[in-house]
């Protein structure tokens, strides 16, 4: 069985960025619950996150490895309200100005990278791209960011 990965775009304002005394565990409750709630759920992708890692990494490389892709995906929040090194499940952000970046770079991908990656016989890597492009593509046009719920299959 693999991990779960849901792709949502959502309007920060509607997204708790303070943690009110709240735990690292109780703020990542929050932050899915209003993520959920009040998000659009735009992608989901069903891979093992190790091979999520890999392919956004494969992606980044050809952005200029700067591992802006990968870091934000799994470890950012809105206002970095879970820090660095939370005690809580990954959680993947891009606020707004980030999406914008990540829609435009993504858009300027070459065509050879992209034909590369459909021919690859495994089709993570495709995958993921296409998953990401739609998702930042939605959430830059609505001005909105872009959240990574992440979910394994054994605490589902």
């Not at 992608?43 to 200029?64: C, H, K, Y």
């Amino acid at each position: 069985m693999s991990d779960s990965f849901s792709l949502y775009v959502v309007d920060e304002k509607n997204l708790p960025a303070a943690r009110q005394g709240r735990s690292d565990r109780q703020m990542y409750e929050a932050l899915v619950e209003s993520v959920r709630a009040r998000g659009a759920k735009w992608g989901e992708l069903n891979t093992w996150t190790l091979d999520l890692a890999q392919a956004l990494e494969r992606i980044d490389e050809q952005l200029g490895a700067t591992k802006f892709l990968p870091v934000l995906a799994f470890n950012n929040s809105p206002q970095n309200v879970l820090g660095d090194d939370s005690d809580c499940p990954s959680f993947g952000y891009f606020n707004p100005k980030q999406v914008k970046d990540l829609s435009t770079v993504l858009g300027r991908l070459p065509g050879s990278f992209v034909e590369e990656l459909s021919r690859d016989e495994d089709d993570t890597a495709e995958t993921v791209l296409a998953a990401f492009q739609s998702a930042a593509e939605e959430a830059a046009r609505r001005g909105y960011a872009l959240a990574i719920l992440h979910a394994s299959e054994d605490a589902v």
